[in-house]
């Protein structure tokens, strides 16, 4: 098979696949039925035709038959008036009428042959048409009973086109909330873990070395603030030592009443 043969097979294929499914059945077999009227009607217009012919024919032996009257009683009447050779051509035209009335009743006999022709053909025809009615209706009840059935049996089975449709958004929300779920627990574990505080400290600019320096930095400011606080109170003296760099010793605080009283057991002691 040529590629042309092979194409035109495929074309065909593809052709017929897309009539089938743009094909409803309902409207091909109301199609027919008119097709069949039209028939109907036109045989119906045919024995019409064939009537008014027949008319026409027998108007026109009427005619004839009252010419044959009239010429016989010309006949008859130049006869007796001694005119021989008249009523002899009177009664040649009666004699040519009375040839074409037989043409005439010839004609008008095939003409009613034809009209009873037709009329059993009509018959038989008007009773196809019925029958091919009966069977059109029944065929699309049918037809849109098992419809409705399949679209019924498509939505309890989730087969249909609408159904498929819903059945994919439903996977892909469903898809989407896993992603989500998924997502949330792994920020919460990096947020246990601390990786968002190391990625803020990386982000500063800041080394290990810097980080353990400032720690320390600190811790001897919070020390050095300690003792402060202890001499103030009278707990002792701040150490030069404990003060971080680049810090002065605090000045001493003013004695107070409280401070520079003798306790009364070192009074007894004494």
Do not use: C, H, W
């Amino acid at each position: 098979m040529g590629l042309g043969a092979r194409m035109s097979t495929t074309i065909k294929a593809k052709l017929s696949r897309v009539l089938d499914k743009a094909e409803d059945p309902g409207e091909t077999l109301d199609y027919s039925y008119q097709k069949q009227l039209e028939n109907l009607q036109n045989v119906k217009k045919g024995i019409a035709d064939v009537v008014t012919a027949k008319k026409r024919l027998q108007l026109q032996t009427d005619k004839q038959q009252q010419s044959i009257v009239k010429l016989d009683t010309q006949a008859r009447q130049a006869l007796a008036a001694g005119q021989e050779d008249l009523a002899r051509t009177a009664l040649e035209r009666k004699t040519l009428i009375q040839q074409e009335l037989q043409g005439l009743s010839g004609q008008i006999q095939d003409l009613e042959n034809q009209q009873q022709a037709l009329i059993t053909s009509e018959q038989k025809l008007r009773t196809k048409v019925e029958q091919f009615r009966t069977k059109k209706e029944t065929i699309k009840a049918q037809y849109s009973a098992a419809e409705a059935q399949v679209r019924i049996s498509e939505a309890a089975t989730g087969v249909g086109e609408s159904m498929a449709e819903v059945g994919m958004a439903m996977q892909r929300a469903v898809d989407k909330t896993e992603d989500m779920k998924a997502r949330a627990d792994a920020v919460a574990e990096l947020e246990e873990a601390g990786t968002f505080g190391d990625m803020m400290e990386l982000g500063s600019g800041k080394d290990d070395i810097d980080r353990q320096l400032e720690q320390l930095s600190s811790g001897s400011q919070v020390d050095s603030e300690l003792e402060r606080m202890k001499a103030e109170l009278g707990q002792g003296s701040a150490p030069a030592a404990a003060l971080g760099a680049g810090e002065t010793a605090a000045p001493e605080a003013a004695p107070t009443p409280e401070s520079t009283a003798v306790p009364q057991n070192q009074e007894k002691e004494a």
